[in-house]
């Protein structure tokens, strides 16, 4: 079992001046497989995600991805490895056209992003990739636009085709969903199940539909603990999770 | 052949600049080339990475003192000269960025001014800056041992063929694989991380080349005055680099130039105004943050995008 996942927490554990965000959180993410933390806000997921990703160190406990320890790594590190995040709030690079935020994920592997002596034009060659990186997330028509024109759900289009330019193993999607209308939720949540096939995806979503629909396991946080933790119908008829957070705000 | 219109633009542009030196003495236009210089390599920072260097007058000033002493005290050739002061900046850079890009917003712009506060020192209590006096009656030389730069004529346009190349380099750093990550740094460090960019390197290379040409600047204008005094490594001087590019428009091509100049134009005549210049200076740049906040040229861009001019 153990050598099939990709990334576990051990009593994972992040204090902010005397408050626990998140306590002893253990998780398994087993490799190719989709897997969503679910719970109130505050609740620790984003914690969590930047825990994961070295973007925040822990108070106590770690962070394995592949057998590997990775709790003291940096967070550009971190993606170097296979890991690449997304943001709650959408991060895209606003003055870059949507073509040219694809291409600098692009590029990165390619070891000319120090090269300053040479004209932009030598990027030319990753036009074709990024387009279709473009096409495969609905924004053929917006590649040319500075990315910060876009409306909020082609923002997170957006982000879905750079992270897929460095074809990561393992993604790490927070809130890929909110604030989308209903079209183009079923459109990404469509996208996630393709790149899903031989990667791993770990997802923040409040979308239950979604979740349901999606995941092969879910975990339930709650006050910065695991609350309850299986697949959808198990964790849906949990009596702790309906009382907690089911049949509360987000009911 | 048809010529683009952005074409058409720059080559007007250098067409003025090098009639320029009939009409208006050509010390007064060279000022003006070496801080244009100096900021467009300041915005290098600002503009393209978002950092705000608050310490520029060090690499500016340093590079124009090693210049300056090595053309008067080795009777070094100018192009040496300008090339120990360009390295000087260079590893100044090197130093000082490497101690500040690892801070973020203003800590990064107190870092950078607090060194630069300590190379003030250096150069009030080195001997070989000489102090108040500074380092005077510098020679020009013969550049490349043919091009006697006494004739003001010849340095003028050695002095522009220096800025047009340097600002050459400094586009081509902007519009280049490099560039487009610093732009993606800008507009968004954290996802650069995610991405896997190292940043604090890409930082530090900006910081190197922006250290380096503000040195080039600082040590073209020290053979142009023959002087290289106190005034270039004070923090005045690295206040005004960035009044220059906020006032022309960071960002842009062509905005630190015309702030510059602009900066330039208001001091010498305002020259019998003393002490009234820094305030009418002040006054002048209130007004401009206020009226443009984009920077002059950051305001008209958008005009002059719709002629296929890029500025
Ligand atoms: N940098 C921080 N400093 C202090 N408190 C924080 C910080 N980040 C998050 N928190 C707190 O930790 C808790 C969990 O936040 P978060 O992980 O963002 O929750 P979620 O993503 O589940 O909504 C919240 O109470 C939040 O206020
Ligand atoms: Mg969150």
Redesign the interface.
């Known amino acids: 079992m153990a050598e099939d996942s990709i990334i576990e927490t051990r009593d994972l554990t992040k204090e902010f001046s005397g408050f626990t965000a998140v306590s002893g959180v253990n998780l398994r993410i087993r490799r190719n497989t989709i897997h969503a933390l679910i719970g109130p806000n505050g609740a620790g997921k984003t914690t969590c995600f930047n825990l994961i ?1 070295g ?1 925040l160190r822990p108070t106590r406990g770690q962070v394995l991805y592949d057998g590997r320890d990775i709790t003291a790594l ?3 590190e971190v ?2 490895l296979g890991m ?4 709650q709030i959408s ?6 056209s949507v073509l ?2 694809v ?3 692009l ?2 592997k390619h070891g ?9 034009s ?2 030319n060659v990753f036009i074709a990739q990024a387009q279709s990186l473009i096409d495969d997330v609905g924004l053929s028509d917006y590649a040319g636009i500075p990315a ?1 024109e876009l409306s909020y759900g082609r923002k997170r289009a957006l982000e879905i085709a ?1 992270t897929l330019a ?1 074809d990561p193993p393992m993604i790490l999607l927070d809130e890929p969903m909110a604030g989308m209308g209903a079209e183009d939720t079923s459109k990404i949540t469509d996208l996630i199940r393709t790149v899903a096939k031989n990667r791993t995806i770990l997802m923040v979503e409040h979308n239950l539909s979604v979740v349901a629909d999606l995941s092969d396991t879910i975990t339930v946080l709650e006050g910065g603990q695991v609350l309850a933790e299986g697949p959808y119908d198990q964790v849906s008829t949990n009596p702790a999770v309906i009382d907690a957070y089911m049949g509360g705000a987000h009911g | 052949m048809q010529l683009s219109r952005q074409t058409l633009f720059t080559l007007a542009l250098l067409l003025i600049g090098l009639v320029l030196p009939h009409f208006v003495y050509p010390v007064f236009l060279m000022k003006g080339l070496c801080f244009a210089l100096f900021a467009s390599a300041f915005d290098l920072l600002l503009g393209h990475v978002g950092l705000l260097s608050f310490g520029h007058a060090m690499f500016f000033g340093f590079a124009g003192y090693v210049t300056a002493h090595a053309a008067r005290e080795w009777a070094l050739s100018p192009e040496l000269s300008i090339l120990l002061g360009v390295l000087t900046a260079t590893l100044l850079g090197l130093v000082t960025g490497w101690l500040a890009i690892r801070r973020q917003g203003i800590y990064f712009a107190m870092v950078t001014l607090a060194l630069a506060q300590m190379m003030y020192f250096v150069a009030v209590e080195a001997p070989f800056t000489h102090g108040e006096d500074g380092i005077q009656g510098v020679p020009r030389g013969l550049l490349f041992g043919l091009i006697p730069l006494n004739d003001p004529l010849a340095i003028y346009y050695t002095v522009l063929a220096i800025f047009v190349l340097g600002l050459a380099l400094i586009h ?2 902007v ?7 610093l ?2 740094i ?3 460090e ?10 604090d ?2 930082k530090l ?1 900006a910081f190197v ?1 922006s250290a380096g040409i503000s040195g080039l600047a600082g040590s073209v204008k020290a053979l142009v005055f023959q002087l290289a005094s106190l005034t270039d490594v004070h923090w005045h001087a690295s206040g005004e680099v960035v009044l220059m590019t906020l006032l022309g428009g960071g960002g842009t091509l062509f905005g630190p130039t015309l702030g510059a100049f602009v900066v330039v134009i208001i001091q010498n005549s305002l020259a019998e105004a003393g002490s009234w210049v820094t305030i009418i200076q002040g006054a002048i740049f209130v007004l401009c943050v206020l009226a443009f906040r984009r920077g002059i040229v950051g305001t008209l861009s958008p005009w002059f995008a719709k002629i296929g001019i890029k500025v």
């Open positions: 990703t973007f940096p967070p550009a993606a170097r690449v995040r997304s943001f991060a895209v690079f606003g003055k870059l040219d935020n291409i600098v994920a590029q990165r000319l992003s120090f090269q300053f002596w040479r004209p932009s030598v990027l910060g750079t460095l | 081509r750093v519009q280049s694989p490099f560039g487009q990550v732009k993606a800008r507009d968004n954290p996802r650069a991380i995610s991405l896997g960019y190292r940043v390197q890409y290379l080349l």
